[in-house]
């Protein structure tokens, strides 16, 4: 499965690293892990990741392991900005999305208004998003939009 997977370098832990690297294992597939380090402004870890997207075609999964909230996401994505994330997951054809990011799924009814909510209204992608806080990919509770 063609999958790209964009994990957050944290300081205090390296569970967003060895998350990714099981993922890339479970899916076959060569890890094209986007690393953005903590100490990286906001403006450079979407650029490395937009940057990334676009050299992709045909990808069927792309997952995000970071820190997250209702509003957006560690890797510099929030509700100001996401509509770049959308276009550039458009552009790598129509991959299934997985935000391993705790509270993205939060919003109003069903998630509404929230940063997995928004993404899935601006891509037209499938989305699966986190809806509380817990470890990134063993927290059962995830909502699809």
């Not at 870890?45 to 909230?69: M, P």
Request: hydrophobic residues 35%.
């Amino acid at each position: 499965m063609n999958t790209a997977i964009f994990y957050a370098i944290d300081t205090n832990s390296e569970e967003f690293r060895r998350e990714a690297d099981r993922l890339a294992k479970v899916y076959s597939c060569v890890s094209l892990a986007v690393s953005c380090a903590e100490q990286e402004d906001r403006h450079t870890k979407r650029k490395k990741v937009i940057d990334c997207l676009s050299s992709l075609k045909n990808i069927e999964l792309v997952a995000f392991l970071c820190h997250g909230w209702k509003q957006g996401i560690q890797l510099g994505f929030d509700l100001t900005n996401v509509e770049s994330l959308a276009g550039a997951l458009k552009g790598v054809g129509s991959p299934r999305v997985v935000l391993y990011c705790c509270g993205t799924a939060e919003g109003g009814v069903d998630g509404d208004g929230g940063f997995a909510d928004r993404l899935r209204d601006l891509s037209g992608l499938t989305v699966n998003a986190h809806d509380g806080v817990g470890h990134t990919t063993r927290r059962p509770y995830v909502k699809r939009f």
